[in-house]
């Protein structure tokens, strides 16, 4: 990106604020659209980080009272023709006075300078840290992003588990370990911007910087390039990846491992890798969110009279308390026995649903106390049925 294009990315707009707003409602917006827009809460969106990207770069630079000013100031000068408006810098007049070239760099230097690439920045301006940045930005690429599934047991998923994943795609080459030159040599200083990365062209009064043709802004050369990446430093082959997934992944959760994707390219980062979970089902145990959940069978005398119940969880048994009177399809709470939160806060709830087991055959001597029961039993469970069906039917 030339420099030209800095002067046309209207920062007020990325937060969604007036060029005149307070700094306390730039910081307000730029809280807001960072978390809405970070790439760990939009896994899914491949956009997400570029729109994360776009709203730091702009407040980077109207958070800091000193670089604000000098950006609105450029877009005045620029909005009234002393700099060609935003595109057509040919035909703004010169700071310097009519007929008198100057670099643009020499404009912009306080505003982006070196510091323009911690703020994310492309490209710096001015200085020779700037030109080596601008080397680096312009050779350096960035790894693809990969993707992958794997499959986990319930117990693996609740608890975290380190998987080894095979992979085939971009891998740093196995022959030059990345160079991009054969064994035995090293790539050479270009000739042409005598490895600066950059070389700049006057057109008229202004001087633009622009990564070097011959070199892609690497600012080296490789004369005798690796026979088996031919130059680039990676090749096609298969990988092994060993991943930690956090506990508490849940079926079809999508896990970003940072810097785990094919590696970059001149030395640029490398991509990052989406991992699927897939989890199996379990026998007894149903995820709800954070929680857990099971129906546990108890006998009539269990729900009528209450008793302690030994119940098995995947860290271990835990003793649940029914209480007396208690009715088949009650849902009784543990708390803290469920999956892991997220961010490791805690855990959810294990929810135990009763299911009172009813015996399919009695002895003798069991008839005979279940129909002394009845008989003195004088409750009607029915009672609410009887009076919506008065009359024939309901009313």
């Known amino acids: 990106m030339s420099q030209a294009d800095w002067l046309e990315k209207d920062f007020y707009a990325a937060l969604g604020v007036p060029a005149d707003a307070s700094a306390d409602d730039i910081r307000k917006a730029y809280r807001t659209l960072a978390r809405e827009n970070h790439p760990d809460a939009n896994p899914d969106d491949p956009r997400a980080e570029e729109r994360f990207k776009a709203i730091s770069e702009a407040y980077g630079i109207l958070s800091d009272p000193a670089k604000r000013k000098e950006y609105d100031q450029i877009r005045q000068l620029a909005a009234s023709g002393g700099l060609g408006g935003f595109r057509g810098f040919g035909q703004g007049r010169a700071p310097g006075g009519a007929g008198q070239a100057f670099d643009l760099n020499d404009l912009l230097g306080n505003l982006f300078g070196e510091q323009g690439a911690g703020q994310g920045f492309g490209q710096t301006f001015g200085g020779q840290g700037a030109a080596g940045a601008r080397r680096r930005a312009g050779g350096a690429r960035r790894g693809d992003d990969l993707n992958a599934e794997v499959t986990l047991s319930f117990e693996d998923a609740l608890a975290g588990v380190t998987v080894t994943l095979r992979l085939t795609g971009s891998a740093v080459c196995s022959t030059c370990r990345g160079v991009g030159a054969r064994p035995g040599t090293m790539p050479e200083r270009c000739p042409r911007c005598s490895g600066a990365g950059v070389i700049n062209e006057n057109q008229g009064m202004f001087s ?5 043709p011959q070199c892609a802004g690497r600012g080296e050369v490789i004369t005798d390039p690796c026979p088996t990446c031919a130059g680039s430093g990676v090749e096609e082959r298969p990988r092994t ?37 897939h ?73 135990v649903t009763v299911q009172v087991a009813v015996p399919a055959k009695l002895t003798k001597t069991q008839q005979k106390l279940v129909e002394d029961f009845a008989a003195m039993d004088d409750s009607n469970p029915r009672a609410h ?11």
């Open 208 to 212: 633009f910087s622009q990564p070097c």
């Open 241 to 277: 990846i060993k991943a930690r997934l956090p506990s508490g992944v849940a079926d079809g959760q999508t896990v970003r491992l940072k810097g785990k994707g094919s590696p970059g390219q001149g030395g640029g980062k490398p991509g990052d890798l989406f991992v699927k979970v």
């Open 279 to 351: 989890v199996d089902e379990h026998p007894v145990l149903r995820r709800r969110g954070d929680d857990l959940a099971m129906t546990v069978p108890v006998t009539f005398a269990e729900a009528a009279l209450g008793a302690n119940i030994t119940v098995p969880t995947v860290e271990g048994s835990v003793t649940l308390k029914v209480p007396a009177g208690t009715e088949s399809g009650r849902t009784l709470r543990v708390r803290g026995r469920g999956a892991p939160r997220s961010g490791g806060k805690g855990h959810g709830d294990l929810l």
């Open 385 to 395: 049925l009887e009076g919506l069906l008065a009359g024939g039917g309901a009313r």
